[in-house]
Structure formats: structure tokens, C-alpha cells
């Protein structure tokens, strides 16, 4: 397997997924043989960001895109939102590291979805810093200020908050992968491959 993880407390369901009986997370580990559609990387962050802002405002909200390291391999962790497919309310979050080499690239993703009565981190949010009436709730992407994606960026997706709301799924996949990144260790083929260069793969 290409990246090796701590997975105590999930259950394996195939070669790629795991699943936690208690909650639902998920957690996936691929390799493709493609290189990264990206046309910037991590040679030109802001860029990066920009252009995966407006890709996920498709259908959801990036939070954050992060350059990361894990098992000595650079990479870069998405952190995103979106609504649950097919459900009339809730959202899922997934936070993704993708790992990208000249020919190939490898993404591991963890992802969680809210139960029961949504929305409480928000509302605890908002009461928290005053703005009962939501002025002041939403902002402005920081990656592309101008964006209007079909989830809002907000004030209550701040890490800052995790602490004080573990159990919520933003929280724990930003705490899963903070453990991967850590703790996982990476095939050292695929570490020495040559790394992935937007320009060279245009």
C-alpha cells in the first residue's frame, strides 16, 4: 500500500476503505497512475489555491488547502465541504491529502458527514461571537475574494474552533489527518519518484 496508517478503531471494508462503525468516517488511500490535472502546484501556492477554490465551489467549499509533508513526501491537504448527496439537510466534510509524483499521484481522504440535528456548531459559533443576526457571518474566500461557490465560506469552519467542538466532522478529519501526518509512513518507491511539475505535464 502506498501510504500506511495508525487504523485502530476503523474496520476494512476492501483495499482502498476503511470504515468507523461508530460514526460512519471513512477513510480512503489511492493510487492513480495519472499525474495531478493541476496547472499549479505547490511551486505557486496561490495559484493552487485559487484555482482549487473555484474548483470545489462547484459543488461544495474549499476551507483550506495546505502544503503538508507526510512520510517525508511533499504534498498538499484540501480541507472541504459539501452538501450530503440525496439528503434534505447536512453537510459532509473531507479533508484530503493528495501526494503528487511526475506519473502517478496518490490521494488519502477522511471523510464524515453530520447526523442528527445540524447546524449546532454554527449557532454555537455565531452566539459565541455576537452575531445573532449573521452579520459578519460569512467572508470572503480567502483565496479568491470574489467567489460565490454553492456553500459559503464562514467563520464557524475556523480551526480555532476544533477544540471546542471534537465530535463535529470538521473536527475530526482535520484531527485524523494531523494524526496521519505524523504517525504514517509512505512506500519508499513512491517517495523516489521524481515529483510532479505542472509545467512538464501540460
Same mark, same amino acid.
Given at each position: 500500500?502506498?501510504? /500506511? @496508517?495508525?487504523? #485502530?478503531? @476503523?474496520?476494512?471494508?476492501?483495499?482502498?476503505?476503511?470504515?468507523?462503525?461508530?460514526?460512519? *468516517?471513512?477513510?480512503?488511500?489511492?493510487?492513480?497512475?495519472? %499525474?495531478?490535472?493541476?496547472?499549479?502546484?505547490?511551486? *505557486?501556492?496561490? /495559484?493552487?489555491?485559487? &484555482?482549487?477554490?473555484?474548483?470545489?465551489?462547484?459543488?461544495?467549499?474549499?476551507?483550506?488547502?495546505?502544503?503538508?509533508?507526510?512520510?517525508?513526501?511533499?504534498? =498538499?491537504?484540501? =480541507?472541504?465541504?459539501?452538501?450530503?448527496?440525496?439528503? %434534505?439537510?447536512?453537510?459532509? @466534510?473531507? !479533508?484530503?491529502?493528495?501526494?503528487?509524483? !511526475?506519473?502517478?499521484?496518490?490521494?488519502?481522504?477522511?471523510? $464524515?458527514?453530520?447526523?442528527?440535528?445540524?447546524?449546532?456548531?454554527? =449557532? #454555537?459559533?455565531?452566539?459565541?461571537?455576537?452575531?445573532?443576526?449573521?452579520?459578519?457571518?460569512?467572508?470572503?474566500?480567502?483565496? $479568491?475574494?470574489?467567489?460565490?461557490? $454553492?456553500?459559503?465560506?464562514?467563520?464557524?469552519?475556523? %480551526?480555532?474552533?476544533?477544540?471546542?467542538? %471534537? *465530535?463535529?466532522?470538521?473536527?475530526?478529519?482535520?484531527?485524523?489527518?494531523?494524526?496521519?501526518? !505524523?504517525?504514517?509512513?509512505? *512506500?519508499?518507491?513512491?517517495? $523516489?519518484?521524481?515529483?510532479?511539475?505542472?509545467?512538464? &505535464?501540460?
Amino acid at each position: 500500500m502506498v501510504v /500506511t @496508517f495508525d487504523s #485502530t478503531g @476503523f474496520q476494512r471494508v476492501d483495499e482502498t476503505t476503511w470504515l468507523h462503525p461508530a460514526n460512519g *468516517d471513512r477513510i480512503s488511500v489511492k493510487l492513480k497512475n495519472t %499525474p495531478l490535472a493541476e496547472s499549479a502546484w505547490l511551486e *505557486d501556492i496561490p /495559484t493552487m489555491r485559487r &484555482n482549487l477554490a473555484f474548483e470545489y465551489a462547484r459543488f461544495g467549499c474549499l476551507i483550506e488547502a495546505e502544503p503538508v509533508v507526510l512520510g517525508g513526501v511533499r504534498g =498538499v491537504c484540501q =480541507v472541504m465541504k459539501a452538501q450530503i448527496p440525496n439528503a %434534505p439537510s447536512g453537510q459532509v @466534510f473531507m !479533508a484530503s491529502i493528495f501526494l503528487a509524483k !511526475a506519473g502517478c499521484h496518490a490521494m488519502v481522504s477522511c471523510s $464524515a458527514e453530520e447526523t442528527g440535528i445540524t447546524g449546532a456548531r454554527e =449557532v #454555537t459559533v455565531m452566539v459565541k461571537l455576537g452575531l445573532v443576526h449573521g452579520d459578519g457571518w460569512v467572508l470572503p474566500h480567502p483565496y $479568491a475574494p470574489e467567489l460565490q461557490g $454553492a456553500l459559503p465560506f464562514h467563520r464557524g469552519d475556523d %480551526p480555532a474552533w476544533d477544540a471546542q467542538f %471534537p *465530535d463535529h466532522p470538521l473536527s475530526r478529519v482535520r484531527a485524523r489527518v494531523g494524526s496521519m501526518l !505524523a504517525t504514517a509512513t509512505v *512506500d519508499p518507491a513512491f517517495a $523516489a519518484l521524481p515529483d510532479f511539475v505542472p509545467s512538464s &505535464n501540460r
